[in-house]
């Protein structure tokens, strides 16, 4: 391994020497040096591909664009020559940068200034069909002339994506320089006016979206730091050190390394490079969103972090636990942060396994016992962090610790010591260990954290390495200590259900910018032009009564005697459920979870949602055959024959039926589960509909289902009448009831689109104009449909923490 040693001549000459060095280099990082992947990327790449996404969905330019590039093009003519030296400096540029590398044998880097602009091409071409609707050009779209399409911008993705990926590698002067290039090139593409504002930003999207994604899969060197860059920062600091290498622990984002000091003893140098705060960022992001523990704190510098662990290397030592000694932390003029530690320190995972290793094991806990006297919780033991300091067992890097630890930290760093222990001598040793230090009570405490959600990345990567299984350790340990086998405490923050909800809600909001896209806003203002906001206002109130009368008619679908305040509750929550799934499916769904929560078995549960839903279907059919055979209904639809593939659609799907029918009879085995399943249920079920005797129950089905219907189409004429048309409640049922009967048998979440064009066709065949008839179905849905989740949401939550569900 090369070594690098810091000369022994004044300082300020070596730090001189050292700066004109660096004056005359061009890349920062040297050749060779190690690559990994940077939090930094992850952070460009997320935010950067669904801005580009958005960008895609609003093209083309609407007005304020429009008037933006309008107010480019007003710009004096004679600026027109310096914006077009300065788009073209950026080719330039980036034409320079990759023969520099090329000239410097940096072939990786290279390999990242030719891969990311080719990404970025492909990047852009796929943007330019989506807004675009055809493939353009591979050519034209790669040489970026004339003929290149106007939206995204070719050739200032190509060049920007080169100038991107080799500008981190460069020394700070050309970083800056090369950014500039990059700022100037944009303003200069601006005035060009090759494509519009909004074609620029997407190719600055491409480019910096491809240079992220071929970072991620190659990793990089850039921010890394080379020996001889530490070496003068440490003669800055007035610290010399010598036999300085590179350790083979390493952190993402800082550097370790090792050197001794002039007196020989060891030293570890700890660089915090430009990703460190990244890779804090993002850790903490994660935890947060995965963990009920957040995580160490975000500092809100790199010198911070070092100032922070200094601090607590210093109080752990204090207190007498075997760690390194902090020798010197600070900033550098080239804005390196250091952390210097004085002190052999070698992971117990590094050490070969010998007979005296419970010695050590036992020793571990004693100085996690001083640790935590020391109200010091280290939140990071592994076999790297356990370590044996000048010969004695005590822990290092305490970057992750915390001085104001709750007890789920310090039970915490119990769990993690002993399936760290577990790696290194075995489960059964290790549990005995931890029995002997802690006692039986002890260990019966730390039980509910051996779990997978206590330990670190690097902890889980040694136990899978070593065959340990954590929820074996904590069988064992439970049988060691004649404690039955806890429930786990909860650590982490998110569970599948959550992640399900959470889909959902994704789902909602996809379907909800699904809809909003897809209206014709001219017409549906000119719809609002002359409404009466009183009648409307009025709408949307009586728009929210229909989920009280569906309340009452689930209680009459259960034997149970329920309370209403929770079964409205679960009605909203079905409202926010119904957006994204069709609505049968998820009130079903929803009524089912919440009646066995209510001590209902499960078959008596999908019993009464079952009757629910069907009487629901029932009572529509009933009502719109009536109404339709013996009411006064003056709608007229121009109904055309089905098409041919239509008539194909639904014949395949009647053979897929019968074909299910046959195959549940003929096959043995299935009818078998059936029948079987059907005997089980049975006597639930049949109870569940001996509850619809009771005349009162049977009254709340039936009326509440007939109210509900009543006041959707209510609520349906209030929106119509605010609009200027009058339309009968007997033809407000017929369009209600037939349009949701149709969006219940096509399996569109929500019946998003077929319900809205249900209603304006039904509306207008009322006699309303297309315009008021779209606006006067956009209101109703929004008020019914749109709005109701956003207080659903919360009665979910409600729900979820009252345990109804």
Sequence with gaps: ???????????????????????????????????????????????????????????????????????????????????????????????????????????????????????????????????LGDWPNLLDAAVGGSRAPRFPGMRLAEAAAVVLAVSPHLVR?????????????????LTVDVAPPSGYVAGLLAAIVAVAGIRLALGTSAGLPGLDDVAASLAELRLPVDGLELAERDVAGVVVLRGRDPDGRPLVVKVHGRDAYDNQLVEKFWRTLWYRDGGPAVRLSRSQAVEHEALVTLLARSAGVPTNEVVRAGTTTGDDVLLVLRGDARGLGALTPSEDDERLVGAAWDALAQLHRANVAHRRIDPSTVALVDGEVGFIDFGSATTTPTPDHLMTDRAQLLVTTATLIGADPAVAAAQEALGREGVAGLLPYLQEAALQDRLRRETKAAGIDVDVVRADAAALTGEAEPTIARLRRVTWRALLQTALLLLAAFAILTFATGIDYEQFAEGLGDASWFWIAFGVVAAQLPRLTQSAATLGAVAADLRFGPVYAMQLASGYMNLALPSV?????????????????????????????????????????????????????????????????????????????????????????????????????????????????????????????????FALGLFALGLGTRVSLTDLLVINIGVSLLSTFIPVPGGIGVTELGLTVGLASAGMSEEAALAAALLYRISVFYVPPVWGFFALRWLQQKQYL
């Design 1 to 131: 391994m090369t070594t690098t040693g810091v000369p022994s001549v004044p300082e300020g000459r070596v730090a001189a020497a050292a700066g004109i060095a660096r004056r005359f280099r061009i890349f920062s990082s040297p050749a060779g040096a190690p690559r990994y992947r940077r939090a930094t990327d992850i952070l460009l790449f997320v935010p950067c591909l669904l801005g580009l996404v958005l960008v895609v969905a609003a093209y083309p330019p609407g007005r304020s664009e429009q008037a933006l590039a309008g107010w480019f093009d007003s710009i004096p003519s004679w600026i027109d020559p310096v914006g077009s030296f300065f788009y073209d400096l950026l080719v330039l540029a980036a034409v320079v940068i990759a023969l520099t590398t090329l000239a410097a044998r940096r072939w990786l880097v290279l390999l990242e200034a030719v891969a990311s602009p080719v990404l970025a091409l492909v990047v852009a071409l796929v943007a330019a069909r989506a807004a």
């Design 173 to 189: 002067p050309l970083q800056r320089a090369s950014r500039w290039v990059l700022a100037l090139g944009l303003a200069g593409a």
């Design 585 to 713: 499916a998820a009130r079903l769904a929803v009524s089912i979870r919440f009646f066995q929560r209510q001590g209902i078995t499960a078959a008596a549960a999908l019993t009464s949602g079952a009757i629910d839903s069907f009487t629901s279907t029932v009572v529509q059919v009933v009502l719109l055959g009536l109404l339709l055979l013996f009411s006064e209904s003056t709608l007229s639809f121009d109904v055309q024959s089905p098409s041919e593939r239509t008539i194909i659609v639904a014949l395949v799907a009647l053979a897929v039926i019968v074909a299910a029918v046959v195959a549940a009879v003929v096959l043995r085995r299935a009818r078998r589960t059936i029948v079987e399943r059907v005997r089980a249920w049975w006597p639930e079920v049949r109870a569940a509909l001996g509850a619809l005797r009771s005349s009162n129950k049977l009254a709340l089905l039936l009326f509440g289902t007939i109210a509900t219907e009543v006041l959707f189409a």
